[in-house]
T-cell receptor
Framework: EAGVVQSPRYKIIEKKQPVAFWCNPISGHNTLYWYRQNLGQGPELLIRYENEEAVDDSQLPKDRFSAERLKGVDSTLKIQPAELGDSAVYLC??????????????FGPGTRLLVL | QKEVEQDPGPLSVPEGAIVSLNCTYSNSAFQYFMWYRQYSRKGPELLMYTYSSGNKEDGRFTAQVDKSSKYISLFIRDSQPSDSATYLCAMSRNSGNTPLVFGKGTRLSVIA
């Protein structure tokens, strides 16, 4: 079974430039998460999707961040414009999405963003 | 105060040592407790999962949860150099697909 796929693995941009990250979850996983991991910190949730619906985006900075999950499979996270403080690792995770059961979240390798 | 506190280390031990990693938390609503291992430049991978209080053992790894003290632990017996990684504790409130709340992670080095 293929794991969560993310691209690109690394991205270096100048501040004020736009950037996009792509995630393909494990096949059959209905729930998709975007987390941000700052250096020396644990991951923090940005947004959670149940199929194509964003059900938890309270931590997403909506003035500059946007996300979409068209057709309920792969997802894109965008930052426009990027700021120096956005430098971090952006992790995508997925889980089966069965209600009433604890479901393991499987993480991708992350996209490491550096904003100069 | 953060919901989950974890000493970031770094922690350095000789091969074969017993390692103890800990987290404390403040939110009594947490019911599901996990330990993830993260190698350098990789995503976190689930090591252990425990529901409510109690112990769980898997090979060289033992997870303990004490909800009355809001304290969780991970023990690694006979530690190996391949155990060198960052260990993240994580918690969630409900079953299903609720987001995880992570600690900072503890960086562990096992020296051969």
């Amino acid at each position: 079974e293929a794991g969560v796929v993310q691209s690109p693995r690394y991205k270096i941009i100048e501040k004020k430039q736009p950037v996009a990250f792509w995630c393909n979850p494990i096949s059959g996983h209905n729930t998709l998460y975007w987390y941000r991991q700052n250096l020396g910190q644990g991951p923090e949730l940005l947004i959670r999707y149940e199929n194509e619906e964003a059900v938890d985006d309270s931590q997403l900075p909506k003035d500059r961040f946007s996300a979409e999950r068209l057709k309920g499979v792969d997802s894109t996270l965008k930052i426009q414009p990027a700021e120096l403080g956005d430098s971090a690792v952006y992790l995508c995770a997925s889980s089966r999405g069965r209600q009433g059961r604890h479901e393991t979240q499987y993480f991708g390798p992350g996209t490491r963003l550096l904003v100069l | 105060q953060k919901e989950v506190e974890q000493d970031p280390g770094p922690l350095s031990v000789p091969e074969g040592a017993i390692v103890s990693l800990n987290c404390t938390y403040s939110n009594s609503a947490f019911q599901y407790f996990m330990w993830y291992r993260q190698y350098s430049r990789k995503g976190p991978e689930l090591l252990m999962y425990t529901y409510s209080s109690g112990n769980k053992e898997d090979g060289r790894f033992t997870a303990q949860v004490d909800k009355s003290s809001k304290y969780i632990s991970l023990f690694i017996r006979d530690s190996q150099p391949s155990d060198s990684a960052t260990y993240l504790c994580a918690m969630s409130r409900n079953s299903g697909n609720t987001p995880l709340v992570f600690g900072k992670g503890t960086r562990l080095s096992v020296i051969a």
